[in-house]
T-cell receptor
């Protein structure tokens, strides 16, 4: 497909469970972003990759959150020991170059519900 | 720090009405400014952007001008259509302060025939 894809689209987890969310960016895109969007709010920045390098992870809310992009394409956001406050939509976006002024192309998101 | 403040919604307009959605920002450097839109059932997509002061971004009849003196980037459209019903997000990026991207809380627009 031509766009950014994310899987799973929906995830229900029990509190304390670990989850892994996958993002397939547009082929060849250098930059990749993860965001967390709570209900009725705007996306909140989590982390940024340029190729395989994680250049900014200042938005990750705790050390339970971990992201990787080992080969500079697919990225995984992992949340360990999930808590109810982690319930949100997790968005992935990619852009072709390295500049933050570039257009970001968003995936459909993964809706995570922690019970 | 950097932040974006958006006009709260929801906004309901009749078709062909004039639209303004206010957006102001706080930034320590020289940010780039964006409007993203999310149509029902779809992902976020870029509507328009401006990368320096006095630039005007435009797309699909929407316009926004980067005003450094008032730190604003208000979205306008002269005549809205039912198909413009969506949630609109103002956003900024500022490379001088890192690689973060800041979104406003979003403004829901409903256009009625």
């Amino acid at each position: 497909g031509a766009g950014v894809s994310q899987s799973p689209r929906y995830k229900v987890a029990k509190r304390g469970q670990d989850v892994a969310l996958r993002c397939d960016p547009i082929s060849g895109h250098v930059s990749l972003f993860w965001y967390q969007q709570a209900l009725g709010q705007g996306p909140e920045f989590l982390t940024y990759f340029q190729n395989e390098a994680q250049l900014d992870k200042s938005g990750l809310p705790s050390d339970r959150f971990f992201a990787e992009r080992p080969e500079g394409s697919v990225s995984t956001l992992k949340i360990q020991r999930t808590q109810q406050e982690d319930s949100a939509v997790y968005l992935c976006a990619s852009s072709p170059g390295m500049g933050l002024e570039e257009t970001q192309y968003f995936g459909p998101g993964t809706r995570l519900l922690v019970l | 720090g950097n932040s974006v403040t958006q006009m709260e919604g929801p906004v309901t307009l009749s078709e062909e009405a004039f639209l303004t959605i206010n957006c102001t920002y706080t930034a320590t450097g020289y940010p780039s400014l964006f409007w993203y839109v999310q149509y029902p059932g779809e992902g976020l997509q870029l509507l328009l952007k401006a990368t320096k002061a006095d630039d005007k971004g435009s797309n699909k009849g929407f316009e926004a001008t980067y005003r450094k003196e008032t730190t604003s980037f208000h979205l306008e459209k002269g005549s809205v259509q039912v198909s413009d019903s969506a949630v609109y997000f103002c956003a900024l990026s500022d490379m001088n302060t890192g690689n973060q991207f800041y979104f406003g809380t979003g403004t829901s627009l409903t256009v009625i025939p």
